[in-house]
């Protein structure tokens, strides 16, 4: 079984930072062989790709709302895919997920289909306020 625990999020000023942090768990999932993505979805809107690395971490790929203010990074020994954020505006508030890719190995993430992503965890609530 496939586990995906989210971390880091809470309440933040306008101008600040959050770093999110995404763990990997599972008998048959090798976390670090997998591409890892960030969505997040706030009320009323769809769940939007906001970044995702390859399991090399050689490609990434970032929503243009997030280019500029956003890092993502993973650190293959702690089986951790975390995502940096600075200069956090309030239309960035929504519950983050992070999500696993259907597939191993896939070294180009930048045209990876959403519905490629099948691992899920539960969110984490990010909140900034103006």
């Known amino acids: 079984q496939v586990q995906l625990v989210e971390s880091g999020g809470g309440l933040v000023q306008a101008g600040g930072s959050l770093r999110l942090s995404c763990t990997g768990s599972?008998?048959?999932?090798?976390?670090?062989?997998?591409?890892v993505a960030w969505f997040r979805q706030a009320p009323g809107k769809d769940r939007e790709l906001v970044s995702a690395?390859?399991?090399?971490?050689?490609?990434?790929v970032f929503a243009d709302s997030a280019k500029g203010r956003f890092t993502i990074s993973r650190d293959i020994e702690q089986h951790t895919v975390d995502l940096q954020m600075h200069s956090l505006k309030p239309e960035d508030t929504a519950v983050y997920y992070c999500?696993?890719?259907?597939?191993?190995?896939?070294?180009?993430?930048?045209?990876?289909?959403?519905?490629?992503?099948?691992?899920w965890g539960r969110g984490t609530q990010v909140t900034v306020s103006s």
């Open positions: 599972g008998r048959s999932f090798s976390f670090s062989s997998y591409a």
């Open positions: 999500a696993g890719d259907r597939e191993p190995w896939r070294v180009d993430v930048t045209a990876t289909p959403i519905s490629e992503y099948i691992y």
């Open positions: 690395i390859s399991w090399t971490g050689v490609s990434t």
